[in-house]
């Protein structure tokens, strides 16, 4: 499966974007989508995922509340609508995909074999 991101860009603190994960080449309803990010000298971490097929959906603790992750089975393409954002969201935000249906949900990017490029997210303060 191929993953193209897009979305990001530059917003004031309390503010909204939404992120699109494009996906193609393989059935998309065998696979979990996921987003993560990686801030500049940090590691990178999971933010959201969802299982296509079933839609189960995971959350970081550091997101709940303010980010919500949708699929648009008609376009195969997962959305990250991400209020409320604060500096620390600050990123570079990429979409990965495993091939799972069933089961927990995974938040270690190390399950995650196939990536997108990544698309950038400054909040300013």
């Known amino acids: 499966v191929q993953l193209q991101a897009s979305g990001g860009g530059l917003v004031q603190a309390g503010g909204s974007l939404r992120l699109s994960c494009q996906a ?3 059935p998309v309803n065998h696979y979990t989508v996921g987003w993560f990010r990686q801030a500049p000298g940090k590691e990178r971490e999971f933010v959201a995922a969802v299982k296509w ?4 959906i995971m959350y970081a603790d550091s997101v709940k509340g303010r980010f919500t992750i949708s699929r648009d089975n008609a376009k195969d393409t997962v959305y990250l609508q991400m209020n ?3 500096p620390e ?6 979409c990965a995909a495993r ?3 069933y089961g927990s949900i995974y938040s270690s990017r190390s399950n995650y074999p196939y990536w997108g490029q990544g698309t ?3 909040v300013s303060s």
């Open 24 to 26: 193609s080449g393989g």
């Open 53 to 56: 097929r079933l839609g189960n």
């Open 84 to 86: 409320s954002l604060n």
């Open 89 to 94: 969201d600050t990123a570079v935000y990429l």
């Open 99 to 101: 091939e799972q249906m």
């Open 120 to 122: 950038l997210v400054t």
